[in-house]
């Protein structure tokens, strides 16, 4: 059986990850309370304030004797949101997320795959994952859509804010 266990660095370590990694960024509680308030009319698919995240890296690949970066908790990150997507995901259970822009979040991403980490998506694209599952995109077609229009429209909506939320390692227990 595959767990996770979740570490913040207060230095950078030599890891090893033989089941892979996830690196994430966390949004600071001002932007959370952006995301509900904008994204309140998808009711019962919001998710939990505690699953809003921005993937940097997720890698399903072994790793062994490699340096994580250090990054400290205290830095900020700015990303621009440039729109929704729906993305299929995995055996149906498809995704919202908020489309992201932002250089120093590409930078960070290139920091941890620079170190040895191979993404198991190589073409990184920031975003947060807003609803997951979803299980009937069509039932909130209408609603997705007239957000993504309000959003395109006003470019000076939501200029993010996140720090950085550590790693998780996959871990096999017996």
């Known amino acids: 059986m595959i767990t996770f266990k979740q570490f913040l660095l207060h230095e950078s370590v030599t890891i090893n990850a033989p089941h892979g990694i996830f690196i994430e960024v966390t949004p600071t509680n001002n932007t959370i309370r952006r995301l509900c308030g904008y994204f309140y009319e998808f009711e019962e698919f919001v998710p939990l304030l505690d699953d809003f995240h921005c993937t940097l890296l997720y890698s399903n690949t072994p790793a062994y004797n490699i340096e994580l970066p250090y990054v400290s908790s205290d830095d900020r990150f ?3 949101a440039t729109g929704l997507s729906h993305w299929p995901g995995q055996e149906g259970k ?3 997320v908020l489309n ?4 120093a979040l590409r930078a960070l991403n290139k920091k941890f795959t620079d170190a040895g980490f191979k993404g198991t998506f190589p073409d990184y694209k920031p975003h947060v994952s807003l609803i997951h599952p979803v299980p009937d995109f069509e039932k909130i077609r209408s609603i997705f ?4 229009e309000l959003l395109k429209a006003n470019t000076t909506f939501l200029t993010l804010e996140f720090y950085y939320g550590g790693y998780t390692i996959a ?3 017996a």
């Open 78 to 80: 700015s990303a621009v």
């Open 145 to 148: 859509d007239h957000r993504n």
């Open 94 to 96: 498809g995704y919202i």
């Open 171 to 173: 871990d096999e227990e």
């Open 100 to 103: 992201l822009e932002s250089p």
